[in-house]
Every structure is written in structure tokens, then in C-alpha cells.
């Protein structure tokens, strides 16, 4: 009889303890839901009265008129007046081939890949074995 109220005391502190957490899982749910509600409220734009005219008449913000808006000019130097050495550059640079396998023992030094021995193999990979 004795175990039996025992069972029955901690069976209740735990149905307690579910309640409490139950309910403060709620309150964030409800705290969330009101922050994510007042965040759409206040982004929202407010509504504009469009008319014609600017506002003139309010002596804490005077209004100035919009000025007009002047298109940029863009000024290009002559084709013959360019240097031609950056494309000289690029033209006689040498690219290395993009092979995985060799990428990997180049720059990460993995050089032991599977499939990468023998003849079909990075320079780098061939000076390890």
C-alpha cells in the first residue's frame, strides 16, 4: 500500500511537471505568434495622400521642390588609346587542366585516390610512389 502512494505521488509531480511545461510551450507559441503579427503591422507602409502639389504649408518641415534629375554622362577613351597588355597577358597564360584527382593532389596533397596510379596519374602523385 505504501509503494502504491509512492506510484501515485510520482505519477502526479510528473503529470504537474507535463502541465507546467505544456503551458509555458504555449505562452511562446502565443508570444511569437504577437511579435511576428506587431513585426507585419509596423512594417507595413502607411498610406499616402497623393496629390498633385507638395506639401507647403507645414512651417516645423518645410518642403523643398524635387529637383530635376540630370542623366549621367559617361566618358570612354579611344580603342587605341587602351594598354593591351592585360589581354596579352591573359592570351599567353597557361591554364592547368581541371582534373580532380591531380586538384586534390596538388592542393590538398590526397594523392592517394583510388584510380590514380600509374601513367593516369598527377605529376605530384607520380614523385610520392
Known amino acids: 500500500?505504501?509503494?502504491?502512494?509512492e506510484t501515485e505521488s510520482k505519477s502526479g509531480v510528473s503529470a504537474v511537471v507535463i502541465g507546467i511545461v505544456v503551458l509555458l510551450?504555449?505562452?511562446?507559441?502565443?508570444?511569437?505568434?504577437?511579435?511576428?503579427?506587431?513585426?507585419?503591422?509596423?512594417?507595413?507602409?502607411?498610406?499616402?495622400?497623393?496629390?498633385?502639389?507638395?506639401?507647403?504649408?507645414?512651417?516645423?518641415?518645410?518642403?523643398?521642390?524635387?529637383?530635376?534629375?540630370?542623366?549621367?554622362?559617361?566618358?570612354?577613351p579611344p580603342v587605341e588609346?587602351?594598354?593591351g597588355e592585360t589581354l596579352q597577358i591573359l592570351e599567353t597564360t597557361v591554364v592547368p587542366p581541371n582534373e580532380p584527382k591531380e586538384l586534390a593532389c596538388r592542393m590538398e596533397g590526397k594523392c592517394d585516390i583510388p584510380g590514380c596510379h600509374g601513367d593516369h596519374c598527377c605529376s605530384a602523385c607520380r614523385r610520392r610512389y
Do not use: H, K, W
Not at 500500500?1 to 502512494?5: L, R, T
Not at 498610406?47 to 518642403?63: A, I
Open 81 to 83: 588609346s587602351i594598354n
Open 25 to 76: 510551450c504555449c505562452i511562446c507559441v502565443l508570444v511569437a505568434g504577437m511579435a511576428g503579427y506587431g513585426y507585419y503591422a509596423f512594417s507595413q507602409s502607411a498610406p499616402v495622400l497623393v496629390t498633385s502639389e507638395p506639401p507647403t504649408d507645414n512651417p516645423l518641415f518645410p518642403v523643398d521642390p524635387p529637383t530635376p534629375a540630370v542623366e549621367p554622362e559617361v566618358i570612354r
Open 1 to 5: 500500500m505504501i509503494e502504491n502512494n
